[in-house]
């Protein structure tokens, strides 16, 4: 089947009012990535080398995105809503390119599995002109019956027009198909609209295959594949799923997950085995985590990159381009963002580190700040190996600290400090006998006075 061309067509035109958005909803993230981009990359697992993206609201959004997700992906306007099979067609232009196969897909399944895909185009390889992927949900009430008969699909019947003995049927249709590229045209083609709403449904082309004497038949995708998007309620559901998935892959490959359901990933989250992330930890988009790091409760981590046997939080966040070195520790309540930390260096708690290179070995002491920005411009700290910065320091960038440089506690530094010098950048204490309680007899005086 790998020498067989396939192109899917996902039809993503819907306006999603029930999401009471301006977005369109295909556009909505289940773990930080378009639902519709969830599904391009099933469609690519099961071998779809070709996209076309049917599109309708909020198509400059729709391009845009796309641009990302499926660079490659042609997109096609269905200007009116008349269907399904309107909106497949709206694809003509792709679909006539003779491809072997043509999955017909929905933006808003943001759950489905490239194996069901996969089944799906292997009975294709087999003969089958037409294959609808079904389900079993808790419930069939409300979906349309996949009607079998020796091992064929001859119907797919909404539940309106069931006999009472169809209405127990438990497998019903996804929505989801796949066609023979040879017959697709000519089997859409033939879909009227002589129906209560005059519109052209997709799900016609199962008796209008059957009446031609071609092969119809049905395959089986899971409840949780099939599930639609509507509105929020069941987006949260789908991220839940699909959470509750990456935990458990995480898991089987060696992370240990102290809490699991309180760990949230993102689609592209990488993690090492004999990594240990303890409860409430979020990693957003572009996260890569090599092993045996350590993620302690409460951390916030995007747009970072982890080396072997790190040490981050807890109440820790790396923003994006924050890239930590092996053995590195960034403690509690502290955020880095744009810096290297390189080997073995300690940023321990209540510091902030921006624009900058820790060196290795070096020592970051607590409430120090790199302060990297202007108002208008951002500048670079540059702290050497095994340097210390003592407690409560600011380093006012652009600036270096050279290695083994010693920064004396609560200074600030604004000239740049050599190899192995110590730099002190405070006002000398000054201390007055007596001066305290004076102090203090007149604060009281005045605070009195006010009472009155």
């Known amino acids: 089947m790998s020498q067989r061309s396939c192109l899917s067509v996902i039809l993503a035109a819907g306006e999603g009012t029930r999401m009471k958005s301006a977005l369109p909803k295909v556009l909505h993230q289940i773990a930080g990535l378009p639902m519709v981009a969830h599904v391009v990359k099933a469609a690519e697992a099961a071998g779809a080398s070709s996209q076309a993206l049917v599109i309708g609201h909020g198509a400059d959004d729709m391009r845009k995105a796309a641009a990302k997700f499926a660079p490659k992906a042609e997109t096609f ?28 897909m929905f933006g808003d399944t943001p759950l489905i599995d490239a194996d069901a895909l996969t089944v799906a185009r292997s009975r294709l390889a087999e003969g089958a002109a037409v294959v609808v992927i079904g389900f079993r949900p808790p419930s069939p009430t409300g979906y ?15 539940e309106k027009d069931c006999s009472e003995e169809e209405k127990k049927i438990g497998f019903c ?17 033939a879909v009227g609209n002589k129906n209560a709403k005059g519109e052209y449904y997709l799900t016609d082309i199962v008796e209008i295959a059957t009446a031609q004497g071609l092969d119809v038949v049905a395959t089986e995708a899971s409840f949780e594949s099939a599930l639609g998007i509507n509105n929020r309620a069941e987006l949260a559901q789908a991220e839940g799923i699909w959470q509750q998935r990456r935990r458990h892959e995480a898991m089987l490959s060696g992370v240990t997950l102290i809490a699991p359901e309180t760990v949230y990933f993102s689609h592209d989250t990488e993690i090492g085995a004999d990594t240990i992330v303890e409860p409430n930890v979020w990693f957003g988009t572009g996260v890569k985590i090599a092993d045996g790091a350590k993620i302690h409760a409460f951390s916030h981590i995007e747009g970072a990159t982890i080396a072997t046997n790190c040490d981050v939080g807890p109440f820790a966040r790396l923003r994006p381009g924050a890239d930590l070195r092996n053995k590195a520790k960034v403690g509690n309540f502290c955020e880095v963002k744009q810096a290297v930390v390189e080997d073995g260096a300690k940023i321990n708690h209540l510091t902030y580190i921006g624009n900058a290179r820790v060196g290795a070995g070096a020592n970051i002491g607590a409430g120090t700040i790199t302060c990297n920005y202007d108002g208008y411009s951002k500048f670079f700290t540059e702290i050497g190996e095994r340097a210390f910065v003592g407690s409560n320091s600011s380093l006012v960038a652009p600036i270096s600290i050279g290695k083994g440089g010693y920064i004396a506690s609560g200074s600030v530094i604004t000239e740049s400090v050599p190899d192995d010098a110590l730099a002190f950048g405070r006002a000398r204490q000054k201390t007055i006998p007596g001066k305290g309680k004076e102090l203090r007899e007149r604060l009281a005086s005045a605070a009195a006075a006010k009472k009155k």
């Open 144 to 158: 349309g019956r996949l009607i079998e008969k020796d091992g064929r699909l001859i119907a797919i019947r909404e």
């Open 173 to 189: 249709n996804a929505g989801m198909m796949a066609v023979a590229g040879g017959h697709a045209l000519m089997l859409l083609d």
């Open 77 to 104: 306007v269905q200007e009116k809503r008349l269907g399904t099979a309107h909106a497949v067609l709206a694809a003509r232009e792709a679909i006539s390119k003779g491809y072997d196969d043509v999955l017909v």
